[in-house]
C-alpha cells in the first residue's frame, strides 16, 4: 500500500547479541531514516540516508549503524544489544514533493 | 537548539471542540506538521503549514503563526475513533523532521 515495509514487526533478542532490523521500500525514494520511539520523548532521530552509500547520524545514533547499499533497503544494526535499546523502531521515507514522511509499521524490540 | 513543546495528554467528550497547542524554537523553519498516532501503529499524515494562518481539513483545522513559534490542531465534532497520539513536528532547514513529544487524546462518550 504505502510502499514500505519493515521487518520483524516483533523481536525479542537478548542483551549482548547483534541485531539488524530491515526497511525496505518501493517508492525509489532517495531519503530513509530510522527513528526510536519511548514513553516520554517522543520520535527520535537515530541515523538518515540522503542516498546510496550516505548515511548520517541522528540525535541517538550511539550503539546503533546503517547501511544502505541499495535505494530500496535501509539496515539498523544494533552492534551489541542493550536494555535500554528496547524500544519501538519507526523507518519513514520521504521523497520529491512529499508531505513530510511516510512511515512503516514499526518493530517491536525488546532485549532481554 | 531544537525544542518542540505540547501537552501530555488531554481529555475531551464525544462531539466536541478540542485544541491542541504546540511551541516550537528551531534553528530554521520549513514547515510543520502534524500526524496522528493511533495505539501500537505509525503516525500518519494530518496537515502542514509553512505560512502563517489556518488550514483546513475536513473537521481538522491546522493554525501556525511563525513570529511566535506556534502552532494549533483543531479538531471539531469529536468521534471516538479520534482518540489517539497527536504529534507536533518541524522542519528546520535541514533534511530532517523534529518532533514533538506527542499529545494524547482520549475521547469520551
Known amino acids: 500500500d504505502a510502499g514500505i515495509t519493515q521487518s520483524p514487526r516483533h523481536k525479542v533478542t537478548e542483551t549482548g547479541t547483534p541485531v539488524t532490523l530491515r526497511c525496505h521500500q518501493t517508492e525509489n525514494h532517495r531519503y530513509m531514516y530510522w527513528y526510536r520511539q519511548d514513553p516520554g520523548h517522543g520520535l527520535r532521530l537515530i541515523h538518515y540516508s540522503y542516498g546510496v552509500k550516505d548515511t548520517d547520524k541522528g540525535e541517538v545514533s550511539d550503539g546503533y549503524s546503517v547501511s544502505r547499499s541499495k535505494t530500496e533497503d535501509f539496515l539498523l544494526t544494533l552492534e551489541s544489544a542493550t536494555s535500554s535499546q528496547t524500544s519501538v523502531y519507526f523507518c519513514?521515507?520521504?521523497?520529491?514533493?512529499?508531505?513530510?514522511?511516510?512511515f512503516g509499521s514499526g518493530t517491536r524490540l525488546t532485549v532481554v | 537548539g531544537q525544542n518542540i513543546d505540547q501537552p501530555t495528554e488531554m481529555t475531551a467528550t464525544e462531539g466536541a471542540i478540542v485544541q491542541i497547542n504546540c511551541t516550537y524554537q528551531?534553528?530554521?523553519?520549513?514547515?510543520l506538521f502534524w500526524y496522528q498516532q493511533h495505539a501500537g501503529e505509525a503516525p500518519t499524515f494530518l496537515s502542514y503549514?509553512?505560512?502563517?494562518g489556518l488550514e483546513e481539513k475536513g473537521r481538522f483545522s491546522s493554525f501556525l503563526s511563525r513570529s511566535k513559534g506556534y502552532s494549533y490542531l483543531l479538531l471539531k465534532e469529536l468521534q471516538m475513533k479520534d482518540s489517539a497520539s497527536y504529534l507536533c513536528a518541524v522542519h528546520p532547514n535541514t533534511d530532517k523532521l523534529i518532533f514533538g513529544t506527542g499529545t494524547r487524546l482520549q475521547v469520551f462518550p
Open positions: 503549514n509553512v505560512l502563517d
Open positions: 528551531t534553528s530554521g523553519f520549513n514547515g
Open positions: 519513514a521515507i520521504s521523497g520529491p514533493g512529499d508531505y513530510g514522511y511516510t
